[in-house]
């Protein structure tokens, strides 16, 4: 009788494989969601973030491009080669901008990058207001050798 009672007590094997190749499979998951995560959140990462004082800096000479840029466009009309090669320049400081906004995210040192973004707006301003002065210069010229 003992030896029947003996065999019902056996007890079935652990199957350790399973277990392990369960727990990996949680932590993959458990890593990846929080990859996933992580990068979600610095994509969305902008200037303020960063430096609030840059970030005001950049909309005020954001603010400043638009309204120089459509100035610009007025005079397009009357001189379209030399509007042309203005907005030329100004696609190149264009892209070179959202290159530094796409590297934001990413690089270990983000005030250097939000400072290099701030100098590009800097640029592109100063840029448009010589450009205008060039146009207004241009105009002036051809308006004293009509007389």
Do not use: C, H
Request: proline letters at 3%.
């Amino acid at each position: 009788m003992e030896s029947g009672l003996d065999s019902n007590k056996k007890k079935k094997p652990i199957n350790l494989y399973l277990w392990i190749s369960a727990a990996a499979s949680i932590v993959i998951v458990f890593g990846l969601v929080w990859l996933y995560t992580g990068q979600m959140q610095n994509r969305d990462l902008e200037i303020a973030d960063v430096n609030a004082a840059a970030a005001k800096r950049e909309n005020q000479f954001t603010s400043l491009i638009t309204e120089k840029r459509d100035s610009l466009a007025i005079f397009a009309s009357a001189n379209p080669d030399l509007y042309k090669k203005f907005t030329d320049d100004l696609l190149k400081l264009d892209e070179d901008y959202e290159r530094l906004k796409s590297e934001l995210p990413t690089t270990p040192n983000q005030l250097y990058v939000v400072k290099a973004m701030v100098k590009n707006r800097e640029i592109q301003l100063n840029l448009l207001k010589q450009q205008l002065l060039i146009i207004n210069q241009v105009d002036d010229y051809k308006r004293v050798n009509q007389i």
